[in-house]
Nanobody, 122 residues
Framework: QVQLVESGGGLVQAGGSLRLSCAASGSIFISSINSMGWYRQAPGKQRDLVATITSGGSTNYADSVKGRFTISRDNAKNTVYLQMNSLKPEDTAVYYC??????????????WGKGTLVTVSS
């Protein structure tokens, strides 16, 4: 069974940094992982894209995080990272990992992690 497991959330002061990690478990079942990314959902708001990265390393960022956040991945470890610098109170949200994963014998489908809370205090 394939699951995405996030880690690295927490409480940080404005201007600080955090690094989120998300690993796809059940690698024995995984044929390939295409796009991986991070989304976030603030209280009372919809879930929005933060950043994505393809298997080839092409990245895409929300305008609100450009220049402050960096997404990367380690294909050998089936892991995606989000380095968040110069954090602002408006970055406070639950951050969700997403990945398009193909398991052996099946079509690709989207997987989601359970989310990790990032709180930025002013």
């Amino acid at each position: 069974q394939v699951q995405l497991v996030e880690s690295g959330g927490g409480l940080v002061q404005a201007g600080g940094s955090l690094r989120l990690s998300c690993a796809a478990s059940g690698s024995i079942f995984i044929s390939s992982i295409n796009s991986m990314g991070w989304y976030r959902q603030a209280p009372g708001k919809q879930r929005d894209l933060v950043a994505t990265i393809t298997s080839g390393g092409s990245t895409n960022y929300a305008d609100s995080v450009k220049g402050r956040f960096t997404i990367s991945r380690d294909n050998a470890k089936n892991t995606v990272y989000l380095q968040m610098n110069s954090l602002k109170p408006e970055d406070t949200a639950v951050y969700y990992c997403n990945a398009e994963i193909k398991v052996w014998g099946r079509e690709s489908m989207d997987y989601w992690g359970k989310g990790t809370l990032v709180t930025v205090s002013s």
